[in-house]
């Protein structure tokens, strides 16, 4: 008897711990039920070269007991600090005309300067009525000179030197004149050149900072204008 009391005693300790794991295994199974798993992962994205921007990614994912998932993305892009430029632009300030532009001649759809290369205008200006040689006002030489309709042209050592226009007696050809508008027909040309540096009756001429100008007028209105590039080609005048 008393060895079938301890074995019952041993029996039911043993149904005691033997529920007292059982007991465990649900408890370990509920707080798993309950808790939480939780996921951190971060990938980092190296740039290509230092030019390229660098991206961080934080992804946390959270899962509960339900099944139901939580989840929380976080993006920052760092732009590398070698993409922040400042450009500075200084606009120019516009070039000033100068008389050498005013004074161009326009001429059979062209236009040309003193000092121009002849041969390179020659033919744009169409065909001379009329060519001959002078001696030239300074040095040593020939001009040639060359006629169209209500212009002359001289030319020295192949570069235009002085051009007279004249009146071309209402021809079919329109008449030349500067860029400026100075031409035959006018009746002011100090409104257009300034004030003359000598005048002689009705003939006036003008420093035109380089350049020579003389006007010659007749019956009010401006006859004949001569543009040249030494103040010896312009008619001497007494004051």
């Known amino acids: 008897m008393k060895r079938t009391a301890k074995a019952i005693i041993a029996a039911a300790a043993a149904v005691t711990v033997m529920m007292s794991f059982a007991s465990c295994g649900d408890t370990s199974e509920s707080s798993s039920k309950s808790g939480t798993v939780s ?6 994205a190296a740039p290509a070269d230092s030019s390229s921007e660098e991206e961080t990614t934080t992804t946390t994912t959270t899962a509960a ?7 929380t993305t976080t993006t920052t892009s760092a732009p ?8 500075t632009t200084t606009a120019e300030a516009p070039k000033e005309e100068t008389f050498a532009d005013k004074l ?3 001429y059979n759809g062209t236009e040309f300067s003193i000092g121009d290369t002849f041969a390179d205008i020659e033919k744009s200006l169409g065909g001379y009525s009329d060519n001959f040689q002078a001696a030239h006002c300074t040095e040593v030489g020939m001009d040639d000179i060359y006629v169209y309709s209500g212009m002359d042209v001289t030319v020295f050592e192949g570069k235009v030197s002085n ?3 004249y009146d071309n007696g209402n ?3 329109p008449a030349p004149e500067t ?25 006036s001429k003008y420093d035109c900072d380089g350049l020579w100008v003389c006007v010659s007028m007749v ?16 008619p001497d005048f007494s004051v």
Request: charge should be negative; charged fraction near 30%.
């Open 163 to 165: 051009v007279m226009i």
């Open 179 to 203: 860029v400026c508008g100075l031409k035959t027909g006018i009746t002011d040309a100090d409104s257009i050149l300034g004030t003359p540096v000598k005048t002689n009756g009705s003939d």
């Open 80 to 87: 590398d600090s070698s993409e922040a430029e400042t450009t």
């Open 219 to 234: 019956d009010g209105k401006a006859y004949s204008i001569i543009i040249a590039e030494l103040e010896k080609a312009i």
């Open 65 to 71: 007991a339900d099944s139901s998932e939580a989840e």
């Open 104 to 106: 161009k001649i326009k």
């Open 171 to 173: 021809s079919d050809k």
């Open 39 to 44: 996921l951190v992962t971060t990938t980092t």
